[in-house]
């Protein structure tokens, strides 16, 4: 009889700690950091097909699970950061883009340089691409103001990405987080600019 009672209790040990294990990891994915891998090529070089990275969502503020409000974050939305959204036109899918403009400014793609409010953008990790005038929302001598509560985003792989150029902007609600390290490959874990 005693050996019964132990093996319920090394199985109710074993079922206690798998739950816990569970909340503990979905806790941490709803709230701090998420993994992700890259699908397409639209960020080459920076990200190529295949890496998998981590994604801070504490840094902009988890958003409250089943809601669209957002939890208190360590930051705003910059320029250049890498970002982790809901894609507008189909929310079940996330896309990965650099952003290079907020809510309130004009952006406007010349001669392959971005400018925002008519000065050019001299921040490396965007200067260093050119970006091809594509699609309604990036032709030449046509400046785009991004509505407030909005974002303006970019792959680096300009030539090979479908981003705000094409389907316009990206509402801040939708952003989930900011890439920040890549883990996956061994040969490519680095930081993320």
């Known amino acids: 009889m005693s050996?019964?009672?132990?093996?319920?209790?090394t199985v109710r040990e074993w079922v206690e700690s798998i739950v816990i294990a569970f909340i503990l990891?979905?806790?941490?994915?709803?709230?701090?950091?998420?993994?992700?891998?890259?699908?397409?090529?639209?960020?080459?070089?920076?990200?190529?097909?295949?890496?998998?990275?981590?994604?801070?969502?504490?840094?902009?503020?988890?958003?409250?699970?089943?809601?669209?409000k957002r939890m208190p974050g360590i930051s705003e939305p910059q320029r250049g950061d890498i970002i982790v959204f809901e894609?507008?036109?189909?929310?079940?899918?996330?896309?990965?883009?650099?952003?290079?403009?907020?809510?309130?400014?004009?952006?406007?793609?010349?001669?392959?340089?971005?400018?925002?409010?008519?000065?050019?953008?001299?921040?490396?990790?965007?200067?260093n691409v050119y970006h091809y005038n594509k699609g309604p929302y990036g032709q030449e001598g046509q400046p785009y103001v991004v509505p407030e509560g909005y974002v303006f985003v970019l792959g680096d792989n300009s030539s090979s990405s479908h981003d705000s150029r094409f389907w316009g902007v990206v509402p801040v609600e939708n952003i989930i987080g900011r890439a920040e390290v890549i883990y996956w490959p061994f040969n490519r874990i680095r930081i993320l600019d």
């Open 3 to 9: 050996n019964i009672w132990a093996k319920n209790s």
């Open 87 to 127: 894609y507008p036109k189909d929310p079940d899918r996330d896309f990965i883009k650099r952003l290079v403009a907020l809510g309130g400014e004009t952006i406007e793609i010349k001669n392959g340089d971005i400018y925002i409010d008519e000065e050019l953008v001299t921040e490396p990790r965007i200067k």
């Open 25 to 68: 990891a979905m806790l941490i994915r709803t709230f701090f950091i998420q993994a992700f891998k890259i699908p397409s090529g639209s960020m080459r070089l920076t990200l190529i097909e295949g890496d998998r990275l981590m994604v801070n969502k504490l840094r902009y503020g988890p958003k409250v699970p089943f809601s669209t």
